[in-house]
């Protein structure tokens, strides 16, 4: 089963930079997984951020990620990440990535492996 872990969460200052990090850690190879981030602050819905499929490595933003956050993949690592610049206030929310073999589309109900969060919050 696969078994997602992230990290690179905490506390930062409105125009600050965090990177966040999304490992496999119970063995399997992330080589043909979609990979995908999200967000879900208190009160709201789990919200897409972005993908990154498992063939080209071609990339999928949302408008709340475009222009500022970055997904990239490492294969010989077993870890995709996103780069998040410019954060804002309203980006606090606890930030999960998840995994599918099979993914047709950028959203929380096509993925069916996923970590366990990490807080991102951000304010002065």
């Known amino acids: 089963q696969v078994q997602l872990v992230e990290s690179g969460g905490g506390l930062v200052q409105p125009g600050d930079s965090l990177r966040l990090s999304c490992t496999e850690a119970?063995?399997?190879?992330?080589?043909?997984?979609?990979i995908g981030w999200f967000r879900q602050a208190p009160g709201k819905e789990r919200e897409a951020l972005s993908c990154?499929?498992?063939?080209?490595?071609?990339?999928y933003y949302t408008d709340s990620a475009k222009g500022r956050f970055t997904i990239s993949r490492d294969n010989s690592k077993n870890t995709a990440y996103l780069q998040m610049n410019s954060l804002k206030p309203e980006d606090s929310a606890v930030y999960y990535c998840a995994a599918d073999r099979w993914v047709g589309d950028c959203a929380p109900a096509a993925f069916s492996s996923w970590g366990q969060g990490t807080q991102v919050t951000v304010s002065s």
């Open positions: 119970s063995g399997f190879t992330l080589d043909y997984y979609a």
């Open positions: 990154i499929s498992h063939s080209e490595g071609s990339t």
